[in-house]
């Protein structure tokens, strides 16, 4: 897996804290809600903030 970017971090954290509640364990649905919450245009980094939210949300619920 590696070790993530932190502008990755940062903007999981910041959609994390302003937008918790639409993010749930679902990879696919944090996908769809990143689209539609930000700007971000490569999907490569789309697909890294969203992993990097659900494994958030899933660590978060142990």
Not at 21 to 49: A, L, P
Not at 53 to 61: A, C, D, L, S, W
């Amino acid at each position: 897996m590696g070790i993530k970017p932190t502008y990755i971090k940062a903007i999981g954290v910041e959609l994390l804290n302003h937008h918790g509640t639409r993010f749930s364990n679902n990879f696919d649905e944090n996908k769809q809600t990143v689209t539609e919450v930000t700007n971000i245009e490569s999907k490569r980094v789309r697909n890294r903030v969203a992993g990097y939210i659900t494994r958030k949300v899933n660590t978060k619920r142990r």
